[in-house]
C-alpha cells in the first residue's frame, strides 16, 4: 500500500511538473479562441504568413484550404503567396534548415498543429501560444537579444517586436523561510511599437486564432455535424421508447 501511494505522488509531480514545463512556471493567459468569426481568422492567416512562414512551415496545410475561412483563390495569390508558391502547394517555410539550425540551434518546428501539440493541464495550446507570443523581452545575456516568460532561454527571437515594442518585465523579491522567490509583477514599456498593447493583444489573439483553426479545420464542421446527430439520437431515444411503451403494453 505505502508502494502505491509512492508511486502516486510521483506520478502527480511528473504531471505538475509537465505542466509547469510547458508554460515556464507562469501562469497562461485565456486565448480568445473565435474559430467561427472569418475576419479573425483572415487577419490571422496575414499575419502567419508574413511573420511565421519566412522560418516556420505548416506542412500539412495547403494555401487553398484558407477558402474555408472566405478567401478566394485569387485573393490568396494576391496577398499570402510569395513569388515561386503556388495556391496549392503547402505551406514552406522560406528558411534552409541548414542555416536555421546554425543560428537558432535547431531547426524551427512546423506549426500546422502546434496550437494542438502544446496543449497541458495549464492550459489550452492556444492559451499557451497566446501567452507565449505576448511574454518576450530583452535579454542581452542572450544571442538572439530576447528571452521570454513562458519559455525561458528561448533559441526564437521576438519576430513581432516592432509591433509591440520593447518592454522590460517587473520582478519583485519576497523571502520566505531564508529562500527568496522571484515574482513577477507586470510590464514596463521600454519604447512603443507600432500598435498599441490592446491592439497587439488583439493582433495576437487572431494569430493564435488562425493557428488553432489550422490545427484541424474541420472542427467547425464537426461540432455542427456533432449537435444535429446529438438532436437526432434524443429524437430517435423518445420515439423507439414509445414504440417499446406501445409493443409491451398488453403483456403482464
Request: include cysteine; charge should be positive.
Amino acid at each position: 500500500m505505502k508502494k502505491l501511494i509512492l508511486t502516486i505522488v510521483a506520478a502527480l509531480g511528473m504531471v505538475a511538473g509537465s505542466a509547469m514545463a510547458a508554460g515556464g512556471g507562469m501562469p497562461l493567459d485565456k486565448a480568445p479562441v473565435r474559430t467561427n468569426d472569418l475576419a479573425s481568422l483572415q487577419n490571422g492567416a496575414k499575419l502567419f504568413v508574413n511573420y511565421c512562414l519566412n522560418c516556420h512551415s505548416a506542412a500539412f496545410m495547403r494555401f487553398n484550404r484558407l477558402k474555408d475561412i472566405g478567401l478566394s483563390d485569387q485573393q490568396v495569390k494576391d496577398n499570402l503567396l510569395f513569388t515561386t508558391d503556388k495556391v496549392g502547394e503547402t505551406m514552406k517555410a522560406a528558411i534552409d534548415p541548414k542555416q536555421a539550425k546554425a543560428w537558432f540551434g535547431a531547426n524551427p518546428p512546423d506549426l500546422t498543429v502546434i496550437a494542438r501539440s502544446r496543449a497541458s493541464s495549464a492550459g489550452s495550446g492556444a492559451d499557451y501560444l497566446y501567452t507565449y507570443l505576448r511574454t518576450y523581452y530583452r535579454d542581452d545575456t542572450k544571442l538572439t537579444g530576447w528571452n521570454n516568460l513562458v519559455f525561458p532561454n528561448v533559441g526564437m527571437p521576438h519576430v513581432l517586436w516592432e509591433l509591440q515594442g520593447d518592454r522590460r518585465p517587473i520582478f519583485e523579491d519576497y523571502e520566505s523561510h531564508g529562500q527568496k522567490t522571484h515574482v513577477f509583477k507586470g510590464w514596463e514599456q521600454v519604447s512603443p511599437g507600432k500598435m498599441t498593447p490592446v491592439q497587439y493583444d488583439e493582433a495576437i489573439g487572431d494569430l493564435v486564432n488562425y493557428m488553432q483553426w489550422m490545427a484541424e479545420p474541420a472542427q467547425n464542421t464537426r461540432i455542427r455535424v456533432g449537435v444535429w446527430v446529438l438532436i437526432f439520437l434524443g429524437f430517435f431515444t423518445i420515439i423507439a421508447w414509445r414504440l417499446n411503451a406501445a409493443f409491451w403494453k398488453d403483456v403482464k
